[in-house]
């Protein structure tokens, strides 16, 4: 059934290890730990967004996979139809996210910022299944396969341990925005803006700080880190209809273990899904992603807040 | 300081009998009265017997189906709390009937009073969680117990038949002499039956003072320490009760079908039967039960049409609803009528 | 005159001359601060049976903190406190209201879409330990909804009993708060700002339905009117900073030149 298709959370297809089964235990544990850490960094430029507007104005946005579905089309389409290198798509990526996240957040999303989490639970799953719908109404329902440049999809060798080159730039350009998001936040005016307007908002208010601007603007530019991460996904785990909300799944548990707007706890338990979800593929792959939910619940049960919350 | 005449009319005594005595229990009396729309409404309900024959299976899938969204609608439109995972209860009692059949034991009502039971204990076991967590963390608890036993039905195929779903049931007649026909009137009348006995105790636990405590919850659960109230019992008793007839729903669907398909347990059905609530209007009464008449009726008379479509009308409607018509179908037509009634 | 500022008084006995009856609410050296700042420090209260404490301060002295340290609804660092002799430090917040121990919120916190009727029959449910009952109709409670009528009536709101709460004018809302609490039949009532954002003209409704409040309860209250205060307290505690800086009797405290100083102005005229 198409429509059970369109739908079925399927998983993330075993990682072909090309020498891994022959080679001896450690090289291999190795390669599991960098792939599973560049998995889990590539969920944080995903979610890393969605901890911070979740956190600043409490607003339940599970459309956030929507935006990282858009960067990915985006690169898609600039690739495909217009020859584009594939880092030149990287920045239209995040740019047209943001702009989609700009225009909803005027026209939809602010009527119901003090709306309940169920009210804006359903709003934002609507605007999924419209973009699902939307998504394979133009692109189809198949996986949409890019050709990446040649130096990019090779593998470096070091000795007994071999590393792909993507993941490698994974890592590299997720540091990195990691880097500039942590910077901007502690050393810039903005920044403390940002701050000030998580920690109380009223008193942000109160202080002059122009809020709504502030959050629309971490909106856009959270957004579009989900598009960003949507474009870099393509590679990794491939762009499909369904990435939406497949992979929310994965960035809601970044986000409620991690604690809203922490920077620090979406790093951590996005690193830590990564791996323990590559290990748990490898090793024990009949047992599915069950695991990794009831670890989520009880960590929730244990720390509602999550394990790096602020408050 | 200021002095100001005290109005005889203000006392801080009791006031003393009026002329007309008023009995203010009267004023509770008439909201909980039975409306005659009511029932025109539950006949209404017989009419595919007579009328629409060819339609009565998927009378008896909205019946079931109601019962569901009418059972959710307790925890989320009258309590005020977020559920993203319902179909857990709905799907593990379908389990259960369904395996109680499959395994020999094939009859009816003792098998849906098993179904129930089961549901209702899951329910209780996760009730103490759900009592203790709130915001984004109660959604993605629920949402994760969801998927947990999703996955779980799907890994234990030995069992559930996972992907397949649970074949091999055979239901026995009930009583003995109503066989579950292929043209579904034995299942349209056991699962009209079955949702109007559990409206029926359902309406009364909304009319009555914990139905009033689960009210005061929702509208502010900040004041109700403050009057002396324990919401995480009352939070455990309802989600409990909500449980039980989620999965009763559940083992009505499994017994009716005589097959268990993988998604009664999935995000899929729990976000649907939300769509169908909202859609209704959640916390009045019967908005379980329109929201799903309108949308299988819709899925139903649309299912030729290409499932992108569907889903983008769906979420389009979603939208739509949420930032139009908050209270759903039925609330804006109580606000409309509340505010025609009062003009003088 | 001496002004002690942190009263040590042993249960059972009086508080201030003329005020009989053993001391029902006390607190002892509350402590509570969040992070460097503190909004509780050595809080040692101790309120008599009937007393009529007015509990007053600057914006942002702890007023309300120290309510929400007595009612549980906030945990306090150390200190303890006691409800007719018996230490509730660690008692829910729901068992102290079963206790008598009530109060009313500064900002209306009330039930919008619940009648007035219906919110304060919910009210006498619970403490009639009827709201858990499932199986039987609301209206089959005459008592309960007549108690409520009555509560009602006498705070003149019986009128518009049928309407939802959001509907009630602003004046009507604030006696529903009290209304609320009244139904739970407290011992001890603490009155958060009463008269909040009620004009002049109607709050006079409000605090002749205080003062007619049987003598039996104890109450506290939080006000910023002055004329209200020394009509209605007995007794004054004045709080700057988390810190109580004095107490005493009106007359007292008015002459007092630091609270003059920090709350009074120098302007005042009795």
Redesign the interface.
Known sequence: M???A??R?GRLSRPAYPNVNGLPVTPRIASLLFDGFAYGMLLFVLSVGLSVT?GMM?F?NLAHGSFAMIGGYTTVTLMRSWDWPFFATLPVAFLMAAAMAVVLERI?YR??YG?????Q???T??????????A??IFGTTQQPIEMPAYIRGRVEIGDFSFGVYRIFLVCAALVITAVLVLGLDYTRFGARIRAAVDNQRMARGLGINVDWIFAVTFAIGSGLAGLGGALAIEVVGLDPNFALKYL?FM??V??VGG?ASIRGAFITAAMLGIIDMFSKYYVP?????VL??V??GL??WR??GLFARR | MSETAIPSSIQAAPASPAATPVDPSSFLRDKVRWRWFETVFWLATLLPFFVAETYLILASQIAITALFAVSLDLI?GYS?L?S?GHAVFFGFGAYIAGLLSKYGWGEPLTGLLVATAGATVLGYLISF?IA??????????T???C??M???A??AHWLTGGDDGLQGMSMWPIFGIFDFDLYGYTAYAYSLIGLFLSFLVIRRIINSPFGLSLRGMRENVRRMPAIGASIKRRIQVIYTISAGFAGLAGGLLAQTTQFVAL?ALS??RS?ET??ML?LGGAGQLYGGIIGAMLFLVARDQLAGMN??????W??????VV??FL?NGILGSLAKLTSRSRRKP | MSISSSPTLASGTSAAPGVAGPIVLETRDLQKKFGSLVVAKDISIAVPQGGRYALIGPNGAGKTTLINLITGMLKPDSGAIFLNGQDITQMAPATRVKRGLVRTFQINTLFPTLTALEAVTLAVCERRGEAGVWWRSLPGYGEAIAEAYDILSSLNLAADCERPTRELAYGQQRLLEIALALATKPSVLLLDEPAAGVPRSESAELFTAIAGLSKEITILFIEHDMNVVFRFASRIIVMVNGSILVEGAPAEISADPRVREVYLGSGYHD
């Open positions: 198409e429509r059970r369109l739908f959370r979740l409490n339940v939809v009527r119901l709306a309940s989490d169920l009210d639970a359903l709003l799953i609507g605007i999924v299944f419209m973009s699902i719908a939307s394979a109404y799944v809601l548990i986000v409620a809203m009949e047992v599915g992603a069950f939910y009831a989520m619940v929730l049960v509602p807040a | 989320v005020g977020v993203l969680i203790r967590i709130t915001h984004f963390a109660l959604i993605m608890v949402l994760g117990l998927l947990l999703f996955e779980l799907n890994k998604d995000f899929q976000a939300l769509v909202i499932p992108q479509f569907w889903y983008f769906l979420g389009l409607l979603l939208v949420i930032v908050p």
